[in-house]
């Protein structure tokens, strides 16, 4: 398919880039963007060869956030096509949540309002230690409601709380300490850092990476480590170390070789 809002990239080794490409209104979304970012993830969803996915940002910053115009049609709209809306970027973050493959995001520049929910939806982030990021919608009378869930689940309750009744701005390096962030690094070693990233998880089975993403999606939902939630673990490990990957896994450290998944990597 081809996009108007992104650059959806793909190279041999299965990694998947999809670039917000709106360098020019600082990659803010809009209905476009929501749309063709459902639509790209649906791509992904279908894809077998795709072993991780990177969201990035063109230009100087990851997303400033909805765009202006946008907001402004909103503005517009009734309380039902308001409610359609919101729909819509509730699919988005629903299915970046749950995407399959591991996902990474890399930020640079600022991060705000419903791109923080993005970072959020990822399974790791890296950033810039100079990137910028807010909760900004009270500022215009708005919440973060879409995206709330997903940003609770990534930096904690109180966090959230004062971040998102403050709308306050807070940086890279407080974005790691707050957990929304894994490392952060000076702005010129980024692009190595995702090279280093990429790598690595690269290095590990992609059969072996969604059952664990999919089981920690199950035990971090569950209020308390249940009868089912257990099964769940004991049924997770049982299928892994039966299936192809879980046996040349263990063959490969047994005999000291490499596993097949990692001998094309280029």
Same mark, same amino acid.
Not at 135 to 160: C, D, K, N, Q, W
């Given at each position: 398919?081809?996009? &108007? ?8 080794? #299965? ?19 929501? !749309?063709?970012? =459902? ?14 996915? =990177?969201?990035? #940002?063109? $230009?100087?910053?990851?997303?400033? $956030? ?39 995001? /890399?930020?640079?520049? !600022? ?14 982030? =890296?950033?810039? &230690? ?9 500022? =215009? ?24 009744? *403050?709308?306050?701005?807070?940086? #890279? ?5 707050? $957990? ?19 790598? *690595? ?31 769940? *673990? ?7 170390? /039966? ?5 040349? #896994? ?15 990597? &280029?």
């Amino acid at each position: 398919m081809t996009y &108007q809002t992104l650059q959806f990239e793909q190279d041999i080794n #299965g990694v998947a880039t999809l670039w917000l490409n709106r360098p020019d209104k600082n990659n803010a979304f809009n209905a476009d963007v929501i !749309a063709e970012l =459902i639509q790209a993830l649906d791509e992904i969803y279908a894809d077998e060869s795709i072993r991780l996915v =990177i969201l990035r #940002g063109r $230009g100087r910053h990851f997303s400033s $956030g909805a765009d202006l115009a946008w907001m402004q049609a909103s503005a517009q709209l009734t309380l039902e096509e308001n409610r359609a809306d919101a729909r819509l970027l509730s699919q988005l973050m629903e299915k970046l949540y749950h995407l399959p493959q591991p996902s990474l995001a /890399v930020v640079q520049g !600022a991060a705000f309002g419903g791109a923080l929910g993005l970072v959020a939806c990822c399974d790791m982030a =890296i950033g810039a &230690q100079d990137a910028m990021f807010c909760l900004s919608e009270v500022r =215009i009378g708005l919440a973060p409601a879409v995206i709330s869930p997903y940003v609770v689940r990534a930096i904690g309750e109180r966090a959230t709380r004062r971040y998102a009744l *403050t709308a306050e701005r807070f940086s #890279g390096e407080k974005a790691q300490s707050l $957990g929304l962030l894994a490392e952060t690094y000076p702005a010129d070693q980024l692009e190595q850092a995702v090279n280093s990233w990429t790598g *690595t998880l690269l290095l590990n089975s992609p059969a072996a990476l969604k059952a664990c993403k999919a089981l920690l999606h199950d035990v971090g939902a569950a209020a308390v480590l249940d009868d089912p939630i257990r099964e769940r *673990t004991q049924h997770c490990i049982a299928m892994l170390r /039966v299936s192809p990957e879980g046996q040349e #896994g263990l063959r490969a450290f047994l005999e000291k070789r490499t596993p097949a998944w990692q001998e094309n990597i &280029q």
